[in-house]
């Protein structure tokens, strides 16, 4: 039956629709009319152009538009009237038999939002992580905040934990090329973790020229998913061996941090202050991320597949574009739409599941409670005013914080539904600095 809405999957439906083909018709011939008042084409002039060849070239044009938009306007109506809200653009079909010559009818398949019941959180456990900030950490800070102002000079010597290295490289699993398995002029500082260990340990010792053949294995849960597991055979060369000489803690080293007068005793301080509010910072997002665990455990769903799509495309072209500002070798490569789908999946329930809270509970990011983010962000920086002026001088990166404030609301609703407890926790363990 026209205009009714069929159920042919749990969140697939089908409704079949039909137009007259007379209004069709009417349609295309009025837009053909206004189309040869305008319409050039070689030997005519301008609005001359003879009806029968102004169909002949565009009618055919012509008429998909209308039946596209018509037929568009037909099934935002009786979706409207139906009060269905679908998820995505509907897929139109050609009904495979007219009831009726004078009727043009197809079907349209789309999916449905699906209904999100919240589930009982009550039994749902959150660790809320509890750092004393010591001397230590602030010693280890400033320590590490020297190491990334070394300066480094070329070396005649084995390369050694600390040296900043650069070297050209090329891997292959099983012969065969994978993202990211080549780089020339590759530059590392070893024993800082941004390469895996066995992958430092392998240019340990290696002198400027030298050549090296080593194996990797990725562990099983690495974030590239085609490689995690598997063992990679590279072969590299070292071109340059650079040693690091750290700064005095003196004068200068302060007012490189930001300290105009050289105040170590201030800058001590200072630093202090910055891990006290970066401490503050992980904990919230570590309760964040127990929370959002909580609600997606609790409150299982089924996802629209086109918005799980969505969401994939997007997630891939989103690592393109981080692949090419690295200069990463691989960047144009078609990654498999299975490499997203997990996270993608996640992503797109967790968004859903709360719209719902946020609806449900009638939670929202006030102006002051957005301000208030907002100059969190901005006071780790000399000039917050500007900071501050920057976030509302754009809407949609107001939009961003009013978002992160409302997710903030999520989780204070949610601590009062589950079971809070606080863990003692050190400093290097939240940090994830420890050895």
Same mark, same amino acid.
Request: without cysteine.
């Given at each position: 039956?026209?205009?009714q809405?069929?159920?042919?999957?749990?969140?697939?439906?089908r409704?079949?629709?039909?137009?007259?083909?007379?209004?069709?018709?009417?349609?295309?011939?009025?837009?053909?009319?206004?189309?040869?008042?305008?319409?050039?084409?070689?030997?005519f002039?301008?609005?001359?152009?003879?009806?029968?060849?102004?169909?002949q070239?565009?009618?055919?044009?012509?008429?998909?538009?209308?039946?596209?938009?018509?037929?568009?306007?037909?099934?935002?109506?009786?979706?409207?009237?139906?009060?269905?809200?679908?998820a995505?653009?509907?897929?139109?079909?050609?009904?495979?038999?007219?009831?009726?010559?004078?009727?043009?009818?197809?079907?349209?398949?789309?999916?449905?939002?699906?209904?999100?019941?919240?589930?009982?959180?009550?039994?749902?456990?959150?660790?809320?992580?509890?750092v004393?900030?010591?001397?230590?950490?602030?010693?280890?800070?400033?320590?590490?905040?020297?190491?990334q102002r070394?300066?480094?000079?070329?070396?005649?010597?084995?390369?050694?934990?600390?040296?900043?290295?650069?070297?050209?490289?090329?891997?292959?699993?099983?012969?065969?090329s994978?993202?990211?398995?080549?780089?020339?002029?590759?530059?590392?500082?070893?024993?800082?973790?941004?390469t895996?260990?066995?992958?430092?340990?392998?240019?340990?010792?290696?002198?400027?020229?030298?050549?090296?053949?080593?194996?990797?294995?990725?562990?099983g849960?690495?974030?590239?998913?085609?490689?995690?597991?598997?063992?990679?055979?590279?072969?590299?060369?070292?071109?340059?061996? +650079?040693? $690091?000489?750290?700064? &005095?803690?003196? *004068?200068?080293?302060?007012q /490189? #941090? !930001?300290?105009?007068?050289?105040? %170590?005793?201030?800058?001590?301080?200072?630093?202090?202050?910055?891990?006290?509010?970066?401490?503050?910072?992980?904990?919230?997002?570590?309760?964040?991320?127990?929370?959002?665990?909580?609600?997606?455990?609790?409150?299982p769903?089924?996802?629209?597949?086109?918005?799980?799509?969505s969401?994939?495309?997007?997630?891939?072209?989103?690592?393109?574009?981080?692949?090419?500002?690295?200069?990463?070798?691989?960047?144009?490569?078609? +990654?498999? $739409?299975?490499?997203? &789908?997990?996270? *993608?999946?996640?992503?797109v /329930? #967790? !968004?859903?599941?709360?719209?719902? %809270?946020?609806?449900?509970?009638?939670?929202?990011?006030?102006?002051?409670?957005?301000?208030?983010?907002?100059?969190?962000?901005?006071?780790?920086?000399?000039?917050?005013?500007?900071?501050?002026?920057?976030?509302?001088?754009?809407?949609?990166?107001?939009?961003?914080?009013?978002?992160?404030a409302?997710?903030?609301?999520?989780?204070?609703?949610?601590?009062?539904?589950?079971?809070?407890?606080?863990?003692?926790?050190?400093?290097d363990?939240?940090?994830?600095?420890?050895?």
């Amino acid at each position: 039956m026209q205009g009714q809405v069929e159920t042919t999957g749990q969140l697939e439906r089908r409704v079949q629709i039909s137009i007259p083909r007379a209004q069709i018709e009417a349609e295309v011939e009025n837009r053909l009319k206004r189309l040869a008042r305008t319409v050039k084409l070689h030997g005519f002039r301008p609005g001359k152009v003879p009806m029968r060849i102004v169909a002949q070239q565009y009618g055919g044009q012509v008429r998909q538009e209308v039946i596209s938009e018509v037929g568009s306007q037909r099934i935002n109506d009786t979706l409207r009237e139906q009060q269905i809200k679908i998820a995505g653009y509907p897929r139109i079909e050609p009904a495979a038999e007219a009831s009726s010559a004078d009727q043009l009818e197809f079907t349209a398949v789309f999916e449905v939002y699906p209904e999100v019941v919240i589930g009982d959180l009550a039994a749902a456990k959150v660790e809320r992580p509890v750092v004393q900030v010591t001397e230590l950490d602030v010693d280890n800070t400033i320590e590490v905040l020297r190491k990334q102002r070394a300066t480094f000079s070329p070396v005649d010597r084995a390369a050694q934990v600390g040296d900043q290295v650069d070297l050209d490289y090329v891997g292959k699993i099983a012969g065969e090329s994978f993202v990211g398995n080549e780089a020339k002029g590759f530059v590392v500082t070893l024993g800082q973790g941004r390469t895996l260990a066995e992958f430092d340990n392998a240019l340990m010792g290696m002198q400027v020229g030298e050549s090296k053949s080593f194996e990797v294995t990725f562990p099983g849960d690495y974030q590239g998913k085609e490689v995690a597991g598997k063992t990679a055979t590279f072969e590299a060369k070292l071109n340059k061996v +650079l040693a $690091p000489k750290l700064p &005095e803690i003196d *004068a200068e080293f302060a007012q /490189s #941090l !930001g300290v105009e007068d050289g105040d %170590v005793t201030k800058m001590r301080a200072d630093v202090r202050t910055n891990i006290e509010r970066e401490v503050e910072k992980r904990v919230d997002n570590k309760i964040k991320e127990q929370v959002m665990q909580a609600l997606i455990s609790a409150t299982p769903l089924s996802v629209p597949r086109v918005l799980i799509d969505s969401e994939t495309e997007r997630l891939a072209q989103q690592m393109r574009q981080d692949m090419q500002a690295r200069g990463i070798q691989g960047a144009d490569i078609a +990654l498999p $739409p299975q490499f997203f &789908e997990e996270q *993608a999946t996640r992503r797109v /329930s #967790l !968004g859903l599941i709360l719209a719902e %809270v946020v609806k449900a509970n009638d939670l929202k990011a006030d102006p002051a409670q957005v301000r208030k983010q907002v100059e969190s962000y901005a006071e780790s920086y000399e000039q917050p005013e500007q900071v501050i002026a920057w976030y509302y001088e754009n809407p949609t990166r107001l939009a961003e914080v009013e978002s992160l404030a409302l997710e903030q609301n999520v989780v204070s609703w949610a601590l009062k539904q589950v079971q809070v407890e606080d863990k003692s926790t050190p400093f290097d363990a939240l940090m994830g600095t420890n050895k």
